[in-house]
């Protein structure tokens, strides 16, 4: 197999992905925003909370790579860049224990946030269990003899752990209480961060397919998978529009600045049907995301200053 790495330690760089962990710390950034809001914000609960999320995201790269290698999904039909296992630079047992490397680092760091930051003894089990359920979906999603990523609710998980708690429950840390409101930015977040799974199924639609894996596109084909972009680009914006009429904090519209770039997104992944042209637009959608988040952060730093 032809493979796009000289050496481990690119392979073992390339495994990490570095480049997901905007996105993934996007929602601990939201969360935190609206803390400030409440003059509640902690720099020690915000640099563990970073951590943590840094470290299950890694953790569900590697778990990926390894997963989607024994299923069969990183085949030399995949249409992506090569994965590291699938290059043959590093061994299965290998990213096994990387895997747990990663695994034990965020069950470190996750425990301090939540020991630091929660005195009440249920909410520390509550938010200890929600931990666990944190790393086993960040292996499980294509790993393990029943990947939840391979019969299509990779999308759910994304707008849940990237958008509803992991917003609401970084501001729960911070705050001890929830504002049921902030859960519209929130969806908004979730809305975004699943908007850039399915571009990426999208472009993987032939390989997964093949490999048995019924992601959302495998099961609705291509035309609807492009509908149900727009509907998440579409409904984001939406959900923060409401969210804005409802706390009147007009100048969080500001993050519509991104708007343009995500309707050429959803124009480019309409238009564009060879798989390898639709990175670019898989990049513009996660890093639009990540934008739409300090938009609407500079919209309230203006907002409190008036």
């Known amino acids: 197999m032809k493979t796009a790495f000289t050496s481990k330690k690119q392979a073992w760089l390339h495994a990490l992905r570095l480049r997901t962990l905007p996105l993934a710390l996007s929602s601990i950034l939201l969360g935190s925003i609206f803390a400030h809001q409440e003059d509640q914000f902690q720099g020690i609960l915000f640099l563990l909370a970073a951590l943590t999320t ?172 492009v509908i149900y972009n727009w509907v998440l680009i579409v409904g984001g914006n939406m959900a923060l529009l409401l969210y804005v009429f409802i706390s009147e904090q007009y100048m969080l519209l500001a993050a519509w600045g991104t708007l343009p770039v995500m309707v050429s997104v959803g124009r480019g992944v309409q238009r564009e049907h060879e798989p390898a042209l639709l990175d670019p637009y898989l990049k513009k959608m996660a890093l639009s995301t990540l934008f739409w988040v300090v938009l609407l952060g500079a919209g309230y730093l203006v907002d409190r200053m008036g």
Not at 69 to 97: C, E, F, N, W, Y
Not at 129 to 157: E, Q, W
Not at 165 to 174: A, E, K, N, Q, S
């Open 54 to 225: 840094i470290f299950l995201q890694i953790l569900s790269n590697l778990a990926n790579d390894y997963g989607d290698t024994v299923h069969g999904a990183d085949s030399a039909s995949r249409k992506g860049p090569v994965r590291a296992v699938q290059s043959g630079l590093i061994t299965l047992p290998a990213m096994k224990r990387a895997m747990y490397l990663f695994a034990g680092l965020s069950l470190l760091t996750g425990l301090s946030l939540i020991f630091l930051a929660l005195p009440d003894l249920k909410q520390l089990f509550l938010f200890f269990g929600l931990g666990l359920l944190a790393i086993y979906a960040a292996i499980t999603y294509t790993s393990g003899k029943n990947p939840y990523g391979y019969i299509g609710l990779g999308d759910l998980s994304v707008f849940v752990f990237f958008g509803l708690l992991g917003v609401g429950g970084t501001y729960f840390l911070y705050t001890g209480t929830l504002n049921w409101s902030i859960l519209l930015p929130a969806t908004s977040l979730g809305f975004f961060s699943t908007a850039v799974l399915n571009i990426n199924n999208i472009r993987d639609i032939e390989s997964d397919e093949q490999a048995g894996k019924r992601s959302i596109p495998v099961r609705i084909g291509r035309r609807n998978a």
